[in-house]
């Protein structure tokens, strides 16, 4: 069965300091790969997502950048983050496809507060 | 407007009530789905459907797809079911799935 792991659950960090969110996926090939991003009381807003290795699309430029350096791993990175960095992280895969298509399956999230 | 709309956005309920969540989308999709936030903060997915109706236990999803609309129903429902449900498209032609901001519902014991 296919499993999404994402860590760590919760995360403090000073304004300034770098982020590595890391997420990995189990028991599926060639999965497409989103990153979002929830606001206290708000909708998911996309970030990145990714059809391939290596592949990168940007939603919202920001202070935020992704990589895919394997088929089934996803990195949510910063370089120094700010106080509007603080969220609610989500990390999901679907099917691979041309097309959005296919369920989406979440990690359980990471809580990001950045003080 | 958003191109994905929930209504209502907040929902009390007794327990036992029959519960009815509405979605409205206005882009083209190859599907809809429902999910359920747990107060945690973990998403699950409910449904996908592109047509007609789905049941799985006490919950049922359905859409119109002339009318660009779905509904989530809850029957027979129980504080269990307490949670955010969120309705997304999945936009045809893209790898996109569109979020409404989700309908937050407490059932009362």
């Known amino acids: 069965s296919q499993t999404i792991h994402q860590w760590p659950a919760t995360l403090v960090q000073p304004v300034g300091s770098p982020l590595s969110l890391e997420c990995t996926v189990e028991?599926?090939?060639?999965?497409?790969l989103y990153w979002y991003r929830q606001a206290a009381g708000r909708g998911l807003q996309l970030l990145f997502y990714?059809?391939?290795?290596?592949?990168i699309s940007s939603e919202v430029p920001q202070n935020l950048s992704a990589s895919r350096p394997q088929d089934r791993q996803f990195i949510l990175s910063s370089k120094k983050l700010l106080l509007s960095d603080s969220g609610f992280y989500l990390c999901?895969?679907?099917?691979?496809?041309?097309?959005?298509?296919?369920?989406?399956?979440f990690g359980n999230g990471t809580r990001l507060t950045v003080t | 407007k958003n191109e994905v709309e929930q209504s209502p956005q907040n929902l009390t309920a007794q327990e036992g009530e029959f519960i009815t969540i509405n979605c409205s989308y206005s882009?083209?999709?190859?599907?809809l789905h429902w999910l359920q936030q747990h107060p945690g903060g973990g998403i699950v997915s409910l449904f996908m459907?592109?047509?007609g109706k789905k049941k799985h236990g006490r919950l049922i999803a359905t859409i119109n797809i002339q009318e660009k609309h779905s509904s989530l129903h809850i029957t027979a429902s129980h504080p269990r079911d307490s949670a955010v449900y969120i309705c997304?498209?999945?936009?045809?032609?893209?790898?996109?799935?569109?979020f409404g901001t989700g309908t937050r519902l407490k059932v009362l014991a």
């Open positions: 999901a895969w679907s099917v691979r496809g041309r097309n959005a298509r296919g369920p989406l399956h």
């Open positions: 990714s059809v391939g290795i290596g592949q």
């Open positions: 459907l592109s047509s």
């Open positions: 997304a498209a999945s936009t045809s032609g893209t790898y996109k799935y569109i």
């Open positions: 882009v083209g999709i190859s599907a």
């Open positions: 028991g599926t090939s060639n999965p497409n």
